[in-house]
């Protein structure tokens, strides 16, 4: 049985994406990284998003990787303990200057959240879900 996974996203500068993420919050687990790669943990409980140089990633893949400026590839989400921490890590990714493709709001009257890009215009979300609110079955 499977017993940890990891994403493995394409990145075209280390140092860009160690600046963007440092601003918003995040941090590196240092004993994983190399010329190569870093290891973005986004939250204590979760396993880390290994941020690799395009061309090592495609060899590891055997492929060509997504063109991420016409399309995307993923939704990386992650949650928010509050309405008011959606709204100030939103205001985080304002200040990097990175585009934002979804402006906070609620959703189906449960789900508070937005969706931004980071550099390599990988697509990611954060939510706040009030469970007390979530629609019974």
Same mark, same amino acid.
Request: some cysteine; glycine content about 4%.
């Given at each position: 049985?499977?017993? !940890?996974?990891?994403?493995?996203?394409?990145?075209?500068?280390?140092?860009?994406?160690?600046?963007?993420?440092?601003?918003?919050?995040?941090?590196?687990?240092?004993?994983?990284?190399?010329?190569?790669?870093?290891?973005?943990?986004?939250?204590?409980?979760?396993?880390?998003?290994?941020?690799?140089?395009?061309?090592?990633?495609?060899?590891?893949?055997?492929? =060509?990787?997504?063109?991420? %400026? %016409?399309?995307?590839?993923?939704?990386?989400?992650?949650?928010?303990?509050? =309405?008011?921490?959606?709204? !100030?890590?939103?205001? =985080?990714?304002?200040?990097?200057?990175?585009?934002?493709?979804?402006?906070?709001?609620?959703?189906?009257?449960?789900?508070?959240?937005?969706?931004?890009?980071?550099?390599?215009?990988?697509?990611?979300?954060?939510?706040?879900?009030?469970?007390? =609110?979530?629609?019974? !079955?």
């Amino acid at each position: 049985m499977v017993k !940890q996974y990891w994403i493995n996203l394409p990145v075209k500068n280390l140092a860009v994406s160690r600046d963007f993420f440092s601003k918003i919050g995040f941090s590196f687990d240092t004993k994983f990284e190399s010329t190569d790669c870093l290891s973005l943990m986004v939250g204590p409980q979760m396993p880390p998003i290994m941020l690799f140089l395009e061309p090592t990633i495609e060899s590891f893949a055997n492929s =060509k990787i997504a063109d991420t %400026s %016409s399309a995307f590839e993923v939704l990386i989400s992650f949650d928010a303990q509050s =309405k008011e921490e959606v709204d !100030q890590f939103y205001q =985080k990714v304002v200040a990097t200057g990175e585009r934002i493709f979804s402006e906070p709001a609620e959703k189906d009257g449960w789900m508070y959240g937005f969706g931004f890009e980071d550099p390599d215009n990988h697509r990611w979300n954060m939510l706040y879900m009030d469970m007390e =609110k979530l629609p019974k !079955q």
